[in-house]
Structures are given as C-alpha cells and as structure tokens.
C-alpha cells in the first residue's frame, strides 16, 4: 500500500467495505483491494476483512434471493 497511499487507503477501504449502506459492487471492489495489499502477517486485519468478505457475501446473497422472488420488473 505504500504506493498508494498507505495505511490511510487501507483504512478506507475497510470503511467502504463495511458500509452496508454502499452498493455490493463498490464493496466488493474495496475487499479486493484489501486482500492484495494488506499485509499478509496482519491476522487483525485479515479476520477483520474475512468478516466482511462473509457479511458481504451473504448480504449479496439475500439480495439475489428477493430480486428473484419478485420477479423481473
């Protein structure tokens, strides 16, 4: 992350990522970068971002499930 901004860009994409009010593509987005360039010794930093990975994921998920329950628009 040092080149690109250190840990002020990794501390923001954890607040995105763990925004629920931000779109699941935005999120996701913000993980990927996480899992590229958090250090990898970080185990605080990877659990907190596999947390999120989870409740992303399962929110995406819940989201799928009623878009097809109602039906296409």
């Known amino acids: 992350m040092r080149a690109v901004g250190g840990p002020e860009v990794v501390a923001y994409c954890f607040d995105l990522a763990e925004n629920d009010a931000a779109p699941t593509r935005l999120r996701q987005a913000a993980l990927l970068v996480l899992a590229q ?31 097809r329950a109602e039906g296409p628009r």
């Open 37 to 67: 360039h958090v250090d990898p010794r970080d185990a605080a930093a990877r659990a907190r971002g596999a947390a999120v990975w989870e409740r992303v994921a399962a929110q995406s998920a819940a989201g799928a499930t009623a878009e």
